[in-house]
């Protein structure tokens, strides 16, 4: 039999529930956006086919991971109002999950990335060509101004 709740519902609700996490969650906006850096470095140094697979794989897991942290807390938030140390533990376990699979991103990304002489040929260039360091300070800048979100207005 059918489901009732057709596929594209479900798909949209899905959507609807990362845009939430986005706006509402900083360290998934900080997992973005070294996401994006990841892409951009992997354009940069030419990754094999394999190696695309293996960053979108990764960068899938740690975005999901902290998607499931953020359910989590949101569930025990609405299970237990008050503190409470097991809902505290729950909390800190999802969290755990969250650290330990951002520091296997970063073991995947530096068997990725690890090109030491290409990253001197780079910063000679960069030296060379001043308006890089203004490219890279934009960057950061939009990449700072991603993660610190929405602001919140006041009721004044």
């Not at 938030?77 to 409470?84: M, Q, V």
């Not at 969290?95 to 290409?118: D, I, Q």
Request: charged share 15%; proline share 4%; hydrophobic share 60%.
């Amino acid at each position: 039999m059918r489901s009732s709740r057709p596929f594209v519902r479900s798909l949209l609700d899905a959507l609807r529930g990362i845009r939430f996490a986005v706006g509402a969650e900083r360290n998934l906006r900080i997992h973005l956006v070294v996401a994006l850096a990841a892409v951009a470095l992997g354009l940069a140094v030419g990754l094999g086919p394999g190696q695309w697979g293996l960053l979108a794989l990764t960068i899938a897991l740690v975005v999901a991971a902290e998607l499931f942290n953020s359910a989590l807390e949101a569930a025990v938030d609405l299970a237990c109002p008050r503190r409470d140390p097991l809902a505290g533990r729950a909390k800190d376990l999802a969290a755990g999950g969250v650290l330990v699979t951002a520091v296997g991103a970063l073991a995947v990304g530096v068997c990725l990335f690890w090109r030491p002489a290409l990253y001197v040929q780079w910063l000679a260039w960069a030296v060379e060509h001043s308006w890089s360091f203004l490219l890279l300070a934009l960057a950061l800048f939009l990449g700072a101004w991603f993660v610190r979100g929405p602001r919140k207005k006041s009721k004044n």
